[in-house]
């Protein structure tokens, strides 16, 4: 009676299967701590958070000097200012600035007289030329999310955040048991019969590629006992067992009954070719993969099977770069003397892929490892406009793309939580999330660019939140108010709160140094109702001009003793060990629109939203409420 093989299975059918088999008898990554000097390439195990900020200081962005940006008020090419040397100090591009000075200017902007002093024809404005501290990474914020790929620019960043050893996984050992009576060691003069065993290399090769670590036994000869002692062992010693040849049809083929002697075979024959004889089993939690010996069909299988079971270990989605065409969000200015690289996010929302570039100062080098792709401006241009087709090299795979959900608008820490919980829930799951303001976020729903957006917009007459605004914006619908939380807003202010404020209007006291929020966010329109009600003019704030993007840039400001107070959310403050003076609670939620409700990755950030371990990371934050998130809000009803 001819051989025929236990099974016949689609390739699709056997990994889903086998897959799903060996993560229910707990096939998984364990976790280890190592420097980060030697983590390029692998993958983080949890959320990796900052334990400083990047820059920890206030450094000059040029060299020149520093001084009081006031001293220099009135200054016009009519009416110079000159300033003595005791006035000023000398600073070249890195040099901390002094307590007193809260401004730099160009050394190619002033003019230097042997007496020691400089004149001046222009006013400084307050922080210019100044890399504030937090510029890059602010402590306590997420650097890298769980199960994710180190990258080169990732343990910069890292190691500027303060952050010397990560927990990663454990690269997964693959054990390698080549068998055969003809099989002989590489050598330079085989006998006829001999066959060189060369698999075992090109296999090692590729295994290290996808980041495992290769393990090959000695060749071990056509006998079943030996084989059988030889599988048990790696299946001991090692994560993943490949065990080349003898899964055929052959007299002294046994690979399939040692592996059903030690534990189970799922599947015995493929239907691929080559690559049918595959044996996918199991020697408890070890998976047991029996390879074809001829050399093209092991590399299909092993590509087919042992890499994608790689990557289910790592978490990853594995993945080639290419170009692809897509839409700016915002527009991209450069000089016309050179060729410009610039840092991307990206996403595919409503059917296109869109862009959003990234910060694009030289020393912000996490901005090139949140980065998606390149967007390349070439000599002689002038830059793109916002709306306008360009061409990216990918980064990340395009199925990547299409898997991560867009979210513009205001900023909150918990958007990080959020993305992580996505991402460990579901390791194809990605978030890209942009702070432009809850205006911002508004503007880009309607665009047509975001998936959802964060927002938490006070109407002043009503005193109620967002309703208002979106029926401004949408009168005629199309878009979701989901509720996201309740989060603590008030004056963060230095430990101790040496200067005694005791309210909102004493943000304009003379002494005081504010740090605001951008145009168009929450907490600049909260800002500037509060100076309305409080009878606070904003030109008597020092400061009001000087704007961060995120809670956290303006609690590290304060932190660090570059600012006096300024508004933010209470998890701010509590991350930066600062006083907190409440003044409202606000809600915060999200705006989604029609054509991105019923999407897989909605409903699973919803579900999220709606999740215990979504509540506790918030608990632990501090300054938040929930009630019923994840639940819409009728807002064309009220």
């Known amino acids: 009676m001819a051989f025929t093989y236990l099974t016949n299975v689609s390739l699709a059918e056997a990994q889903r299967e086998y897959f799903e088999h060996m993560r229910k008898l707990g096939f998984a990554a364990g976790a280890e701590m190592i420097p980060v000097s030697d983590a390029c390439g692998r993958v983080t195990e949890k959320a990796v958070y900052a334990h400083i900020s990047a820059p920890h200081y206030a450094a000059s962005a040029m060299d020149g000097v520093a001084l009081k940006a006031m001293d220099t008020f009135g200054a016009t090419e009519t009416t110079p200012v000159t300033l003595s040397a005791g006035r000023f100090t000398v600073v070249d591009t890195g040099d901390p600035i002094p307590s007193d000075c809260d401004a730099v200017i160009m050394v190619e902007d002033i003019v230097s007289h042997e007496n020691g002093s400089i004149t001046i024809h222009a006013p400084a404005a307050p922080w210019q030329h100044i890399r504030q501290i937090g510029e890059d990474v602010c402590a306590g914020e997420m650097i890298l999310p769980g199960g994710t790929e180190i990258t080169p620019a990732a343990m910069g960043a890292m190691l500027a955040g303060g952050v010397l050893e990560v927990s990663v996984l454990r690269r997964p050992v693959i054990g390698i048991i080549p068998t055969g009576d003809e099989i002989v060691p590489p050598c330079a003069d085989p006998k006829p019969g001999d066959i060189i065993e060369f698999n075992s290399t090109i296999f090692s090769a590729m295994v290290s590629g996808w980041g495992a670590t290769a393990k090959t036994y000695p060749i071990v ?80 299988v092993i590509e087919q099977l042992l890499r994608p079971l790689i990557d289910l270990w790592f978490r990853r989605d594995a993945g080639a770069a290419e170009k692809v065409k897509a839409v700016l969000t915002r527009p991209v200015v450069s000089g016309l003397k050179y060729q410009e690289f610039v840092r991307v996010r990206m996403g595919e929302v409503g059917g296109r892929l869109t862009a959003s570039p990234l910060a694009r100062g030289s020393g912000v080098v996490t901005s090139f490892m949140k980065a998606d792709g390149i967007l390349t401006v070439p000599q002689g241009t002038e830059g793109f406009e916002a709306g306008q087709e360009v061409e990216v090299t ?117 002494d005081l140094r504010y740090v605001n929020r951008q145009k168009g966010s929450g907490t600049r329109i909260l800002m500037d109702y509060l100076c309305k009600t409080e009878g606070v003019d904003p030109a008597a704030v020092y400061g009001y001009d000087r704007e961060e993007l995120t809670h956290t840039s303006v609690a590290v400001q304060i932190a660090s003793d570059s600012a006096d107070a300024g508004l933010g959310i209470y998890s701010a403050a509590q991350l930066y060990d600062l006083d907190f003076l409440p003044i409202c609670i606000e809600e915060y939620d999200l705006l989604i629109p029609d054509s991105a409700w019923e999407t897989p990755m909605v409903r699973q950030l919803i579900r999220t939203l709606q999740s215990d371990a979504f509540r506790d990371r918030l608990m632990a934050m501090g300054g938040y409420t929930l009630d019923r998130p994840g639940e819409e809000i009728p807002w064309m009803e009220l």
């Open 221 to 300: 000869p056509d006998q079943f006992d030996q084989i059988r002692d030889a599988v048990s062992k790696a299946a001991d010693e090692c994560d993943v067992v490949l065990l080349n040849a003898g899964s055929s049809a052959g007299r002294e083929d046994y690979s399939s009954s040692v592996i059903r002697q030690l534990g189970e075979v799922l599947y015995h024959g493929i239907a691929i070719k080559p690559g049918k004889p595959t044996i996918l089993g199991n020697v408890g939690s070890t998976p047991v993969l029996g390879v074809p010996g001829y050399p093209v069909s092991g590399i299909i």
């Open 394 to 510: 990918l980064l990340h795979a395009p199925e990547r793309l299409r898997q991560t959900l867009v979210v513009i608008g205001s900023h909150d820490p918990l958007l990080d939580e959020l993305g992580d919980l996505l991402h460990q829930e579901d390791p194809n799951l990605f978030m890209s999330s942009s702070h432009v303001g809850s205006m911002g976020g508004i503007m880009a729903v309607r665009r047509g660019e975001a998936h959802a957006a964060g927002i938490h917009l006070l109407d002043t007459e009503s005193g109620a939140y967002n309703i208002s605004f979106l029926k401004k914006h949408f009168p005629q619908g199309g878009v979701h108010l989901i509720r996201c939380v309740g989060r603590q807003q008030g004056l963060m202010v230095q430990k101790g709160n040496p200067l005694g404020i005791t309210g909102f209007a004493d943000v304009a006291k003379p």
